[in-house]
């Protein structure tokens, strides 16, 4: 089977040129939405059933998700399953949210820190990552207390780790070296 990636990045591709700019972000929330749900493996057994018509999982879906779906992001989900594609709803979205970021001059941060950051510092912090990075950063903060003290910080495929665990790691290898 082909990588996720690529049977995804043609759907996020249509999706993104066939949706005016002024829904990109709307479209990018309801599909960040879709993709937990459809990470249900009870969903995934229902939608894989072949009694099942792709209505009601629509509609199932439709149901549990916060926010009302579009007529593109339905259209996306009914084709989808249609070709039996639903475990690349994920990867879809994160393609979509990517192209949605491309175009905005933005891009997502996942902040982890060892304990929680007081709003005003995690400002300062964003505001330190975005002159580093370049780019308008969307933060998310993720609490991970093994790595002792510090943050880890992830955008894209860039790692900026400034972790006591990290500098536990190098001290190490220098040490075994």
Not at 108 to 114: E, F, G, P, V, Y
Request: charged fraction near 20%; aromatic fraction near 4%.
């Amino acid at each position: 089977m082909a990588e996720l990636a690529t049977i995804a990045r043609p759907y996020a591709e249509a999706l993104f040129k066939s949706a005016p700019a002024s829904e990109a972000q709307s479209i990018a929330t309801q599909l960040g939405e879709l993709a937990q749900v459809a990470a249900d493996p009870q969903l995934r057994a229902f939608a894989a059933d072949p009694r099942t018509r792709a209505e009601q999982v629509v509609e199932v879906i439709g149901t549990a998700v916060r926010t009302a779906l579009g007529n593109r992001t339905r259209n996306l989900l009914g084709l989808l399953l249609e070709n039996g594609r639903l475990e690349a709803l994920p990867e879809i979205s994160s393609q979509f949210r990517a192209l949605v970021n491309a175009q905005n001059g933005s891009a997502d941060a996942l902040i982890q820190s060892a304990f929680p950051i007081e709003p005003a510092q995690l400002d300062e912090i964003v505001g330190a990552l975005a002159r580093r990075f370049g780019r308008q950063l969307k933060a998310t903060v993720e609490i991970a207390p093994e790595l002792i003290g510090g943050v880890r910080v992830v955008v894209g495929d860039e790692v900026l780790d400034t972790s006591v665990k990290a500098r536990l790691q190098q001290m190490k290898v220098a040490l075994t070296a």
